[in-house]
């Protein structure tokens, strides 16, 4: 997992993240250090927060508010701008009512929970497989691209 995540964040130029998302990385991730360089890139790479509600931005950050819609997709268009959310489901779930989601990288756990949010909303979605492989832990990675990219 430790391989993934690492290669998932130094692929990307910036973060996007909701804000319950957000303030709960930017109590955490500031004090934290390695010797993988994970911490250095989490913490030194942009960060962009979705919130209407965000007072203070911190941690390299910058709130968007208003369109967010518009300002990812603007942000797209813009070179170097490779986006990666984590965990953020209602930005996510905006995000894709809009078309603005490239590609879904799904980690599923070999855990039954029985309950829980769903990950898509009712509009039906179709995907793309593009790659799957286990890691060492058991947890399948599944990349799946929007079936009309």
């Excluded at 997992?1 to 109590?27: H, I, K, P, W």
């Excluded at 890139?41 to 509600?53: C, I």
């Excluded at 300002?71 to 905006?94: C, D, F, H, T």
């Excluded at 832990?137 to 799946?144: E, P």
């Amino acid at each position: 997992m430790g391989e993934f995540q690492q290669e998932l964040l130094f692929s990307s130029d910036a973060l996007l993240l909701g804000r319950v998302t957000y303030d709960r990385f930017a109590a955490a991730w500031p004090g934290m250090k390695d010797e993988t360089g994970f911490a250095a890139r989490m913490n030194g790479m942009p960060k962009y927060v979705a919130s209407h509600a965000l007072q203070a931005a911190e941690w390299n950050a910058e709130s968007i508010a208003g369109d967010v819609a518009t300002a990812v997709a603007r942000r797209k268009q813009e070179p170097g701008q490779n986006l990666l959310i984590y965990g953020s489901g209602q930005l996510v779930e905006y995000l894709r009512q809009h078309g603005l989601i490239d590609e879904y990288r799904l980690m599923v756990f070999p855990v039954v929970l029985g309950s829980g949010k769903r990950l898509f909303a009712d509009a039906p979605t179709n995907f793309t497989l593009k790659s799957s492989h286990t890691t060492s832990a058991g947890v399948l990675v599944l990349t799946y691209q929007p079936a009309n990219a």
